[in-house]
């Protein structure tokens, strides 16, 4: 499994909640659940992300914004718009307000003409992501990150807007795996793109030996690696492999798999309360959890049993803190 693979695996929808929003000019939507993640795109017309203590962001047809909690931020149509900011949250999926469990916004259809001109659609999708695998992701990313569409239409976008259209059974899992496809691709175009700032591992795992390497630690990371090993299943030298490592990915292999270790046993401690010290220490490739203990105090800064006792597992993940 590769790196990418591997983190996104703790950032899946589930139960999402979309918005389907037909806009007529002046509008002003604030988004206020600052939800660990939210895709925002625009299937019409055009309009400004405006995020709490960032610059706003211009938003035309088929672009994509991520924008990452915990902080909120409006969709307007112009900066400084006179409009009176409609709340949107949890609330707005009520059907007082029109929508079902599925729907998140606000819908006004004013009064387009024949050609539908004069409009603007917002697609939002409120994306939960939970716990350390989850950290690990969202600190590579920025409080704002926008793709542009390339001026043309995408028929994924188009087959989503018209499920958030309707209610059909299925229509949540379907809702779910539409938007996990459209946080891959948004965030693979993003990492690729010049001056996307990729973090140093995304670029490392095009690499033939650092690439290799960290496949093989997100593969089996418990393991008893050594650097030797490693090497020896890359088909490299011991310093042909620490020197391409530390160079591309920023650190030691044996210290990376440290940091992922301790990420996975994190969750596990959180996230399954049966298991020991002990048994989480053997999960992640510990034969006694004594020096598991070490490490994880080392890398988190407490022991594993105060991580547990004083680290609530409910609330959703605050990329804005570092782990």
Sequence with gaps: MDAFSDLMRGVRAHGSLFASSTLTAPWSLHFVDGAPLTLCTVLGGAGWIVPEHEAAVR???YDTVLVRGPGTFTFVDEVGTTAVPV???VDCATPEQGGTRHRLGWHDPGAPDDDGNGTTTLLVGAYPARGEISRRLLEALPVVLRVEAGGRADPVLEHLAAEVAVDAPGQQVVLDRLLDWMLVCTLRTHFDRP???APAWWTAQRDPVAGRALQLLHAEPAAPWTVAALAGRVGVSRATLA???SDLVGEPPL???TRWR????ADLLLDRPELTVAGVARSVG???????SAAFKRVRGLSPSEFRRTTAAGPAVDA????
């Design 286 to 292: 510990y034969a006694e959890p004594f020096g598991f």
């Design 195 to 197: 001056g996307g700032r």
């Design 243 to 245: 020197k391409r490592f």
């Design 59 to 61: 938003v035309g047809a």
């Design 320 to 323: 804005s803190s570092t782990a």
């Design 255 to 257: 210290t990376y798999l």
């Design 87 to 89: 709340v949107c949250g």
């Design 262 to 265: 301790m990420t996975l046993a």
